[in-house]
């Protein structure tokens, strides 16, 4: 079982940054075994992804939603048992509640059905 938490969310203007974390109560050293993932859903909309990151062998790899990819980064400290979203250049259209979520699937997936375990989100509302 994992309980995830977010932190990190919060009020900004366009073009500002902010850094979302999750931290994940999961038992030993499982945590680096599980593909780590932030949706959004901003109101009236379906949840959508945007972005995953799992360990390798050969190191981390990520997958982003191309309407971020240049401004959000997805990072992981597996001995922090923590995932985080540090999002720059913000948008209006990035208002939304973010959730961190977690598989144990091997294949990537942008599918939220893919994805075993839930945090509360996190409120991140961008002013123009």
């Known amino acids: 079982q994992v309980q995830l938490s977010e932190s990190g969310g919060g009020l900004v203007q366009a073009g500002g940054t902010l850094r979302l974390s999750c931290t994940a109560s999961?038992?030993?050293?499982?945590?680096?075994?599980?593909?780590m993932g932030w949706f959004r859903q901003a109101p009236g909309k379906k949840r959508e992804f945007v972005a995953e990151?799992?360990?390798?062998?050969?190191?981390?790899?990520?997958h982003y939603l191309d309407s971020v990819k240049g401004r959000f980064t997805i990072s992981r400290d597996n001995a922090k048992k923590t995932v985080y979203l540090q999002m720059n250049s913000l948008k209006p259209e990035d208002t939304a509640v973010y959730y961190c979520?977690?598989?144990?699937?091997?294949?990537?997936?942008?599918?939220?059905?893919?994805?075993?375990?839930w945090g509360r989100g996190t409120h991140v509302t961008v002013s123009s």
């Open positions: 979520a977690a598989t144990l699937s091997g294949t990537y997936s942008i599918s939220e059905y893919d994805y075993n375990f």
């Open positions: 999961v038992s030993g050293d499982s945590f680096s075994s599980y593909a």
């Open positions: 990151t799992r360990s390798t062998w050969s190191g981390p790899i990520t």
